[in-house]
């Protein structure tokens, strides 16, 4: 019987559910990716929760810039205590599309003891960063503790930039901290 590392185990979950539809679709629309197999979030989060956490393979699968569907999966795999804030910033620098950045926020970055302050130094950095803040906040703003009436202002700041990529999530941290602030 053939035994197959776990990188290529993962590959062949890949290919096994592919869908050119969707690899269509995502190609026309100008994903980042040369390898795209299609597969959709929920396929991935199967994928993710048959292979457990397993740093060692996350940072693989983050690795292999290429395929989408390994730059989507290795944030769902890392173990929260293996990855420093150092190396989160950098996978942030290196996230290649927006959808790599928002699975980057909602399945690990949230989780970091750094979340929250992450959020304000990012606010600071360049588009992507800027993106990667907003996005953050809206994935920890309904946190004991979290600063609102700083994220509030930061969110109003960049909504009024008019920066095509960030106004959108810096609207909606607005109002979700609006809403919060302010109940019906």
Known sequence: ???FNDMQQIKRHFFAMRNG???DVLRKAGSP???IFGLTLPQITDVARMTGEN???SRCLWDNKTTRCSMLLAPMIMPTAEIGEEEALRWIAESPSIEVTDVLCLRLLKRLPA???MVGRLACG???ARYTAMRLAMNLVREQGVPLDEWEGMAVAEEKRGEVMTRGVARQLADE???IKNPI
Do not use: S
């Open 21 to 23: 539809v969707i690899a």
């Open 1 to 3: 019987m053939e035994r």
């Open 33 to 35: 990716f040369r390898i």
């Open 126 to 128: 360049d588009d992507k």
């Open 177 to 179: 901290i609006d809403f």
């Open 115 to 117: 979340a929250v302050g």
């Open 55 to 57: 740093a060692e393979l």
